[in-house]
Nanobody, 126 residues
Framework: QVQLVESGGGLVQPGDSLRLSCLAS??????????IGWFRQAPGLEREGISC????????DFVDSVKGRFIASRDNAKNTVYLQMNNLKPEDTAVYYC?????????????????WGQGTQVSVSS
C-alpha cells in the first residue's frame, strides 16, 4: 500500500512558477520499487501523463507542451517527488496528481499506476 499526498498548488498569473510536492509513504517501506508519475486533468479532458521519475532518478517526460518548462525530480531521502513548473500558461490549469507504479519503466498510461494522491489544483489566470 502506498499513500501519496500532493501539495503546492494555487492560483498564479501567466509566467509565474510553482513547485508541486508529492510525499509518498508505504506500509512495507519499499518506496524504491515504485516509479512516481505526475498527471493532470483539466475540466472535460482525460487525465494526462506529464512526467515520471524512476527510483534511480531517471526522468521521462511525456508532453511536448511542457518540455523545457516543467522539471520533475525525486528526493528519496525525503520520500518526495517534485514537479517544478515554470512559465505557467492558462492552458496549464488543471488538477495535478502524483501516482505510483511498480511497472518496470515509466509509462504515460494512467492504467499502469496503482496508487494516486488526492490531487492539487493549479489555476493560471491574469
Amino acid at each position: 500500500q502506498v499513500q501519496l499526498v500532493e501539495s503546492g498548488g494555487g492560483l498564479v498569473q501567466p509566467g509565474d512558477s510553482l513547485r508541486l510536492s508529492c510525499l509518498a509513504s508505504t506500509s512495507e517501506n519499499n518506496l524504491e520499487f515504485y516509479n512516481i508519475g505526475w498527471f493532470r486533468q483539466a475540466p472535460g479532458l482525460e487525465r494526462e501523463g506529464i512526467s515520471c521519475v524512476m527510483s534511480n532518478g531517471i526522468i521521462t517526460d511525456f508532453v511536448d507542451s511542457v518540455k523545457g518548462r516543467f522539471i520533475a525530480s525525486r528526493d528519496n531521502a525525503k520520500n518526495t517527488v517534485y514537479l517544478q513548473m515554470n512559465n505557467l500558461k492558462p492552458e496549464d490549469t488543471a488538477v495535478y496528481y502524483c501516482a505510483a507504479s511498480r511497472y518496470s519503466y515509466c509509462v504515460s498510461d494512467k492504467n499502469f499506476y496503482d496508487y494516486w494522491g488526492q490531487g492539487t489544483q493549479v489555476s493560471v489566470s491574469s
